[in-house]
């Protein structure tokens, strides 16, 4: 439920992997939630497809051979109180111990409201609550004996009947992978090298891509970088746009499967302020056009330099009011003769931005 939560994707993990390997021995004839956690905390949790639910506890512990998918950071209790519970649940659903009845294998769906006072002999997972089932209110609880009990496997447990809430609990995660920046609420300028920074703290993915939208929502179809592995940043450089609500997403592969994703909590902005742009056919011949564009007044100085860094001709260098500017090279030096094919280089400066793009002369 947290991975899903956390992670927006749906895993089957194995429950014959707590049965066999948690250290405190807990098996089919009973166990409680701190053995299950503690081996989720130690080693991980692993796929249903590695260690196959076995309905035994003689097997052997295999978790050796399986990668683990998914850690916990850790648990802490949660008091046998309505408004602390609640509380609890707006982070995610809450293990609470239950004591069956008779009764409560033949529920079919309702206010189930039998309170039983002999000691809890079952586990629950709360999951919501409804205030107006019961008369007074009732948990929402997802029971672990298949869809076919209850009310599509959940049921409706009146507050505080056969010690509903008792020796509750809750988990701490982590997000599989977490984008730190850009998180939302920043300007990022055009044309510039931008680090984006993402953490993995619970397990090490195989590779991540990172994706944005121009919308702030999906589709995010816009492509910065796939297949990266074993880093945790990657310098973007910020496309040539203006756009206001822009989201970034980063997902992260595991076993050649999404493990998870992340999103930018707010939209950020990409302005082209005091940026120009170059536009021509590369390689060229005869002449090219060079534009650019800024958004507010300033000087603009454009230069042509060949592959050692020697001038060979300053096109432009006045100033500018804000708008889209072109200016045309036609191959040739300060004096009007033709320059020799090769490798050069158009400097672009307007106020502090710099951008420089590599041209190909064929003659």
Known sequence: SFILINDGVEMDLSEQHIIDCNSAGKDCTGGNQAAAYDLMISYGSVTESCIPYMASDGGSCGQAFCTPVSRMDGYAGVNNDVVL????LLQGPVYTAFRTHASFYAYTGGCYDLNDLREPDHALLLVGWDDTVCGTGAWIVKNS???????????????????????????????????????????IR??????????????????????????????????????????SQHLWTVPDIDAENVSMRIDAYLDGALRGYDISDETFGITMENIARQNFPNPFSGSTSISYSLSEPGRVKISIYDIHGALVRVLENLSRDAGTYVVEWDGTGPGGELVSSGVFFCLIETGPVNKTKKIVLVR
Do not use: H
Request: no cysteine; glycine share 12%; hydrophobic share 35%.
């Open 145 to 187: 004996w298949g869809e076919d009990w209850g009310d599509s496997g959940y049921a409706y447990i009146k507050y505080g009947v056969s010690f509903i809430g008792l020796y509750s609990s809750q988990i701490t995660y982590s997000k599989v992978v977490e984008l730190v920046s850009p998180n939302g609420g920043q300007t």
């Open 190 to 231: 055009s044309g510039d090298d931008f680090a984006i920074r993402w953490d993995s703290p619970q397990v090490e993915p195989d590779s991540f891509s990172i994706l944005y939208s121009l919308s702030g929502a999906d589709p995010f179809d816009q492509t910065v970088a796939t297949g990266l592995a074993g880093i």
């Open 85 to 88: 519970i609640k509380t609890a």
